[in-house]
């Protein structure tokens, strides 16, 4: 089938339109991609300025998979109705994951919280992708995982939905914080780092609380007799093992630009995609002693 434009959510307000027939970025052709059996990455807030849409399509252009899951928060749909913002780099990775399911692969989407306005959908499909609530896996070494974005096992999203919004507001000053720290050490040449990550595993109500949010989820999921479950929700990227549970996050393309795959044997890994780029592109090298010492400062 042609490419086809994202479906036209009513939730979305003025979203009028979504990918057309070609990319503002082009598709890189590559003699070989990295081909897993799985992918699932979530949290990619797209409409917001945190989204990290570069290395995300650096991501996209050098893998594939003949499944990928969409794991929640694909759209910031509580940014979107606030103010709307959709530069060409968001609609060139819808229209990669469309391109994706054009040539085979199977794409499946569970909406998060900031993407809610799409699980009314559920059970449809649009343009090779398609809708669930959740979803369960097999891997290729006999494993049954649960998929689903998270924030069902969220206290503060169940009981205090108002605090959630307050939180939200505050995480975008973070990224804006955070954007500029990344524009300015990559004007010095440095590698991507994010700022809001350091200081969230520097502070120690915000380690409790991803403990307690993995152990919850890893418990549900043994209540459900599967051997593991995959989900987003909380942008840290973990892999863990709860009394036989195996728990994987996938973590987020706002601050850690991670992916969680799955290889051939059943093997599962996270990617850090900055780590990637930067082994594929090395720092170009300091010809003066001056600028080392700028570089080392800074």
């Known amino acids: 089938m042609a490419d086809a434009p994202f479906p036209v959510l009513p939730a979305l307000g003025n979203v009028t339109s979504f990918p057309g027939p070609k990319p503002k970025i082009p598709e890189r052709v ?17 409409g917001t300025k945190g989204c990290n849409a570069e290395l995300l399509i650096d991501f996209l252009d050098h893998t594939d998979s003949e499944t990928m899951y969409l794991v929640g928060d694909i759209i910031d749909g509580w940014r979107l109705k606030k103010k709307f913002y959709w530069p060409p780099e968001h609609n060139d990775i819808v ?9 085979g692969t199977r794409i499946v989407y569970i909406p998060g919280n900031h993407d809610e306005m799409i699980r009314p959908f559920a059970g449809m499909n649009f343009g090779g992708v398609e809708i669930e609530r959740a979803a369960f896996h097999t891997t290729a070494d006999g494993r049954r995982l649960m998929v689903l974005h998270g924030d069902e096992f969220d206290t503060i999203m169940l009981a205090h939905r108002w605090l959630a919004f307050v ?9 804006k914080l955070n954007n500029w720290v990344a524009r300015a050490r990559k004007s010095l040449g440095l590698p991507y780092w994010s700022i809001s990550k350091a200081a969230k595993h520097k502070v120690k109500n915000a380690v409790e609380f991803i403990s307690k949010y993995e152990e919850v989820v890893a418990r549900a999921a043994a209540e459900r007799g599967v051997d593991g479950v995959v989900c987003g929700h909380i942008h840290t990227a973990d892999m863990r093992n709860f009394d036989g549970i195996e728990y994987y996050n996938d973590g987020d393309w706002v601050e850690g630009c991670n992916a969680l795959v799955e290889h051939f044997d059943g093997r599962m890994e996270l990617l850090h995609w900055p780590d990637e780029v930067a082994r594929r592109e090395p720092l170009p090298e300091i010809e003066d002693e001056a600028a080392s010492d700028e570089l080392a400062a800074a």
């Open 95 to 103: 229209w990669r994951i469309l391109k994706r399911a054009k040539r």
């Open 167 to 175: 939180g939200d507001a505050l995480y975008h000053l973070m990224m």
């Open 30 to 46: 590559l003699e070989e991609r990295r081909r897993y059996r799985t992918i699932w990455i979530s949290d990619v807030h797209l």
